[in-house]
């Protein structure tokens, strides 16, 4: 009798339970490695009721399957949408995607039939970030990739991208080998981390007075190469840097900050993404060291300004790096989709991350427009000779087959290489400011008003 | 310099560790801790400390441990600062301080922390993996009471709110899913545990993430320390406090809300051992973990005190991460980490051992702090600060498998 009492209790325990994750799990949670859960539900489905997918329906029999196929056009994308990646990248970029393949579904779809959008989540993981890239592959048939924002994934992901011809624009990876390796298959819409770094040593010298820089990086395959070059470039201009890595996660920094504070430097970047740069920005603050005592780029991040000033809430007088157009420059389309995405999210701006995303689906869905097939072959043709109008500005792929880097008489990196992604100095010069409202100090071009040096 | 001495020290503790438990075992005396007293005096005075300890073969006396242990860490220092003679942590003896006084605090929470993970396992011999989402889960609860839900509630109410609410998850988990491993239903209770325990860690982490989103929340500093000059405000050399800073001896500061979360973690310990020691569920629950069989012949029902001992495990997690989210952001998964230092500690402390789980807290905040602060490389010191622990764990597991205070096997 108890015995069957307790097994009950069990029971109603455990429904419970799975009818709490089945209400809250589609809202934020994607899982690789079980199909059915890991398939995010295309936000214009309503207008695709033929493509629901029951549980275990991967044993469907192949005509259906090529039925399916021949009914929608399947875009795989990728995005961190669980630890250690960075979440809160992950679900900008989930949402910079719906509101992309609405406007694609709204405008007729893709060469006459509806998209259809696997998102996929890497968990900023490479080896994750490969099982995804082979499920989408092999299991979802889909003809073309977008997305991601880590660059340690990109690397691996490029691989697979290479072994089975499939299309990729990278979104948000930023480090130089990912289209260095000259793959047909590999392009991207995200700035280089070299390029980023040389933007920064210059901002850096333009301020006048700084010798020594301490550079606090991420132990990953984005901040280890992106603390060098940023390194180089600095010495270049004779300025020195030091170089503190952690790993992501890392909560406390106090010992690295007092080390930092023992190499007296004139300026700290921060190369460290995610929650982990809140940590280190406001324990240097309150050690002393922090955006208003000495001047700091602080990560990204701070962009997302309400939860900036949350976390960090001596972090006034801070830098921060934008990528995408300044919002005097906005386009239509930068206007457009900056307002969708705040209706959204509700958040006050956009972060780069998010216009990259909406990007790289839209961009994608052009070219397989333009290529008039799902032939991966056209579709690169097709890629390399867009030019779209988007959140970023004007998108081309000018390093290519056809003018490929010896020719044009540049790097490597620059293959299939977006070349122009604005990217400006913002800087925080009130506590609370809202992001939008940072001003600009960088470059000439852009800018909106003077820094305000801490000290001077 | 350091390399060699390095490998001085290893070769020596090995021959030691190998030699000396078979020549206490020929000599038929008692083998406990040989295996340790050996490794640790091979590091420190190399075959003459060993031809000593085999020589004379005394008793091994907490004294025969403290010793060569002492004198191990001394010579390693000195090789350290001869090599490196510039390091902040040769040269600067505010640093060391500083450093030192940092990883005391951060140590002591970290107990607190592992005492909860250490008392489920005393007394329900469950490790349990879903110790890290409640320490996530208390800092998440005082951020929504005192930030969201009531807004301008004192921190230290939400504090007490958070206790009781992972108090009360424990004790409902416990009752629904530990419960049945004592009444023969579960076949492999063990295995039964760890995988219930690793399923309700997921299920707490991805719930959260389901409900908060992945945004990083922090929580205000919940105390505002008053302006204090003291001796005297033209000179204020001893202490120096001002709302965000606490500064002693005119070179160590702290932020005060690591103070504080250092004073809610004493007060927190304090109870603790009170409650343990000095009331009567108190010493119901020791006798649990000392004998089940004997304590329930003495009319004390075993299974009241594993709910009882599961629910205090889950909220002194919660209290730790409680007083951390002032200190650090929060975001759904940072238990993760959390729970695995957790682990290393109790481990060193010896699994189940009160005390070894504060010792080894303060063990590891210490270790932690001087490695990130002394290791020359800037680019590995930090990176490494989960390796640190790491070592420590090791080097336990393979000198003195029970743990510092752990029982005998």
Redesign the interface.
């Known amino acids: 009798m108890l015995?069957s009492r307790?097994v009950w209790?069990?029971l109603a325990?455990l429904t419970a339970?799975v009818l709490?994750?089945a209400a809250?799990?589609p809202?934020?949670?994607q899982q690789v490695g079980s199909p059915p859960a890991a398939e995010e539900e295309a936000p214009g489905e309503e207008a695709m009721p033929a493509q629901e997918e029951a549980p275990g329906e991967e044993a469907a029999p192949a005509e259906e399957a090529a039925m399916e196929e021949a009914e929608t056009i399947k875009i795989g994308a990728l995005a961190p949408l669980?630890?250690?990646g960075s979440?809160?990248g992950?679900?900008a970029m989930k949402a910079a995607f719906e509101i992309a393949l609405e406007e694609i579904n709204e405008a007729g779809g893709v060469l006459g039939k509806p998209v259809e959008l696997i998102l996929v989540d890497t968990a900023g993981q490479p080896e994750q970030g490969v099982a995804a890239m082979e499920k989408l592959i092999n299991e979802d048939k889909v003809v073309a990739v977008v997305g991601e924002y880590h660059s340690a994934v990109g690397l691996a992901v490029k691989e697979v991208a290479r072994q089975y011809h499939i299309p990729v624009v990278f979104a948000e990876t930023w480090n130089d080998d990912i289209t260095a390796s000259m793959y047909p298959e590999v392009f991207r819409i995200a700035p280089l981390s070299s390029e980023v770094a040389a933007v920064d040593a210059k901002f850096i010298a333009s301020l006048g007075g700084i010798e020594k820089v301490v550079i606090m990086t991420e132990?990953t395959g984005y901040g280890i190469p992106a603390a060098e070059s940023t390194t180089e470039r600095l010495a270049e201009l004779g300025i020195e840097a030091?170089?503190?890595?952690?790993?992501l996660?890392?909560?406390?920094?106090?010992?690295?900050i007092?080390?930092i504070k023992?190499e007296e430097p004139d300026m700290i970047l921060v190369l460290v993404t995610?929650?982990t740069s809140?940590?280190f920005e406001?324990?240097a603050a309150?050690?002393?060291i922090g955006p208003q005592d000495i001047p700091m780029i602080c990560n990204q991040v701070a962009g997302?300004s309400?939860?900036y000033w949350?976390?960090v809430?001596?972090g006034n007088l801070c830098f921060y790096r934008r990528i995408g157009l300044p919002r005097a420059l906005y386009t239509p389309e930068t206007q457009a989709f900056a307002e969708k995405y705040m209706a959204r999210t509700g958040k006050a701006d956009v972060e780069s991350y998010a216009m990259e995303a909406y990007d790289s689906l839209k961009l994608m869905a052009q070219a397989i427009n333009e290529a008039g097939s799902t032939d991966a072959d056209a579709i690169i043709e097709a890629l390399e000779n867009i030019e779209y109008q988007g959140a970023l500005g004007t998108i081309t792929f000018p390093v290519n087959s056809k003018n490929p880097p010896e020719a044009a008489g540049v790097e490597p990196k620059w293959w299939h290489q977006f070349p122009k992604p604005a990217i400006t100095m913002v800087q925080y010069q009130e506590p609370g400011q809202d992001s939008k409202d940072a001003v600009v100090v960088f470059p000439e071009e852009y800018k909106t008003g003077e820094p305000i040096i801490p000290g001077r | 310099m350091l390399a060699y001495v390095l490998l001085w020290m290893v070769l020596w503790a090995m021959v030691g560790g190998v030699m000396t438990p078979r020549i206490y075992a020929r000599k038929d005396l008692d083998v406990a801790n040989t295996g340790l007293a050996g490794a640790l005096m091979g590091a420190a005075l190399g075959p003459f400390g060993l031809a000593l300890l085999w020589w004379r073969s005394p008793k091994l006396t907490g004294r025969w441990l403290a010793t060569p242990g002492v004198l191990a860490v001394l010579l390693f220092a000195a090789a350290f600062a001869r090599t490196y003679p510039g390091n902040?942590c040769v040269s600067?003896g505010s640093?060391v301080v500083?450093?030192v006084v940092?990883?005391l605090i951060?140590g002591l929470i970290y107990g607190l922390m592992a005492l909860g993970l250490t008392l489920i396992f005393s007394i329900l011999g469950v490790v349990s993996f879903s110790h890290g989402e409640f320490y996530m889960i208390g800092g998440m609860l005082v951020y929504y009471m005192s930030v969201v839900w009531l807004p301008g509630l004192n921190p230290l109410v939400a504090l007490v709110g958070a206790a009781l609410i992972t108090f009360l998850i424990g004790v409902v988990f416990e009752r629904?899913?530990l419960?049945?491993m004592n009444?023969g239903?579960v076949e492999r209770p063990g295995e039964y545990a760890i995988l219930v325990t690793f399923g309700l860690a997921f299920?707490l982490q991805?719930?959260t993430?389901?409900?908060v989103?992945?945004?990083?929340?922090?929580a205000?500093r919940f105390l505002d320390y008053p302006r204090l000059d003291w001796p005297s405000p033209e000179n204020p050399w001893l202490l120096r406090m001002r709302a965000?800073?606490v500064e002693f001896l005119d070179t160590v500061?702290i932020?005060t809300?690591?103070v504080t979360a250092a004073l809610i973690a004493m007060v927190m310990l304090l109870i603790l051992m009170w409650f343990l020691y000095r009331t009567w569920i108190g010493k119901a629950l020791r006798a649990v973990s000392e004998d089940r069989q004997a304590a329930a012949v003495t009319g004390i029902n075993p299974d009241t005190m594993n709910t009882l001992a599961f629910g205090m495990g889950t909220m002194l997690a919660g209290l730790s991460g409680a007083s951390?989210v002032q200190?650090?952001?929060?975001?759904?998964?940072?238990g993760?980490?959390a729970s695995a230092r957790a682990f290393v500690i109790i481990v060193l402390g010896g699994m189940g051992s009160l005390p070894g789980a504060f010792v080894g807290g303060l063990i590891v905040g210490l270790v932690?702090?001087?490695?990130?602060?002394c290791i020359p490389d800037?680019?590995?010191?930090?990176?490494y600060?989960?390796a640190y622990g790491m070592v420590i764990l090791t080097l336990v597991l393979l000198l003195k498998p029970t743990g510092l205070f752990g029982r005998e096997l």
């Open positions: 015995r307790r209790w069990l325990a339970l709490a994750l809250c799990a809202a934020n949670v669980s630890a250690p979440v809160t992950g679900e132990n030091v170089t503190f890595s952690a790993d996660g890392t909560q406390d920094f106090s010992a690295i007092e080390r023992a995610g929650e809140y940590n406001q324990q309150e050690a002393g997302d309400e939860s949350k976390n809430p001596d | 902040l600067n640093f500083t450093q940092n990883g951060l629904l899913f419960r049945v009444t239903q299920f991805y719930l993430l389901a409900l989103g992945a945004t990083p929340k922090k205000p965000g800073t500061s932020a809300p690591r951390l200190v650090f952001s929060w975001v759904p998964w940072v993760t980490l932690e702090a001087l490695g990130a602060g800037p680019q590995r010191a930090a990176a600060i989960p």
